[in-house]
T-cell receptor, first 114, second 110 residues
């Protein structure tokens, strides 16, 4: 019973490098989300998707891109990493919005940009 | 804009009750949530309440909602050391995304 799986769990990048975080869910959920968590800032929504082939911007989308080519996967890309993108990234999925759409979170990916 | 405020830290002794408070600004919010994050893990839904309810009880958890003051609280009875975690309040409207507070760290001492 995997739920939401994020890879990699840890990564160190140099400024300007690119990388992709992968999120996979096996619950057939329609909605998927990428959040970042920073000390004193709580959780902030980066991008989200309400179905295969769709993406939408959240609160802090700049510097990130996403793709949802398959329903079960949601990719978060950093084209040119900056130290300000050092954070813990969480992927979440839900069947729907509202109370029926409980968010299921992955364990997080800790990214450090030097 | 939407904003959810929480106190950052709460310390209690094992066996005491814990009360974590949250205020929100979006009066159109229809659902309010409490999520729990244990160290090194993602968030897990604890409970939620519809905006047309005043109270919801679930075993040791009691959620109180004061719509007039836009105030939400989570009471944990007989707090245990295993309840030590970060608790997030969140609000949502319809099928929109959720807005989370910054989280309250609960420390339970023996």
């Amino acid at each position: 019973n995997a739920g939401v799986t994020q890879t990699p769990k840890f990564r160190v990048l140099k400024t300007g490098q690119s990388m992709t975080l992968l999120c996979a869910q096996d619950m057939n959920h329609e909605y998927m989300y990428w959040y970042r968590q920073d000390p004193g800032m709580g959780l902030r929504l980066i991008h989200y998707s309400v179905g295969e082939g769709t993406t939408a911007k959240g609160e802090v989308p700049d510097g990130y891109n996403v793709s949802r080519l398959k329903k079960q996967n949601f990719l978060l890309g950093l084209e040119s990493a900056a130290p300000s993108q050092t954070s813990v990234y969480f992927c979440a999925s839900s069947y729907a919005g509202g109370p029926g759409g409980e968010l299921f979170f992955g364990e997080g990916s800790r990214l450090t940009v030097l | 804009g939407e904003d959810v405020e929480q106190s950052l830290f709460l310390s209690v002794r094992e066996g005491d009750s814990s009360v974590i408070n949250c205020t929100y600004t979006d009066s159109s919010s229809t659902y309010l949530y409490w999520y729990k994050q244990e160290p090194g893990a993602g968030l897990q839904l604890l409970t939620y309440i519809f905006s047309n309810m005043d109270m919801k009880q679930d075993q040791r958890l009691t959620v109180l909602l004061n719509k007039k003051d836009k105030h939400l609280s989570l009471r944990i009875a007989d707090t245990q050391t295993g309840d030590s975690a970060i608790y997030f309040c969140a609000e949502g409207f319809g099928y929109s995304t959720l807005t989370f507070g910054k989280g309250t760290m609960l420390l339970v001492s023996p």
